[in-house]
């Protein structure tokens, strides 16, 4: 019954940290001359990390299907 309890709170904190994160974040400070939330760096980070699991994801396919022909063979 305690763990269960223990979850709960751990949850609810959770929740309540991730609620209070964007008032932290201030991405926006409202009344500047310049209003633009300065998103480059971390959209360049994750088109990256795309484009990496893209290459990991071909070279896997790529190496199965290798490996498929090379059993089709060996049983033929």
Known sequence: MKTKFKCIVMIAMLIGVINLL??????QIFGSEDPDAPIDGGV??????????????AKENRKKKIEEKENENINE
Do not use: D, E, N, Q
């Not at 964007?22 to 991405?27: I, S």
């Not at 994750?46 to 990991?56: D, E």
């Open 44 to 57: 360049s980070v994750l088109i990256v990390a795309g484009v990496g699991y893209g290459i990991k994801k």
């Open 22 to 27: 964007p008032l932290a974040a201030k991405a």
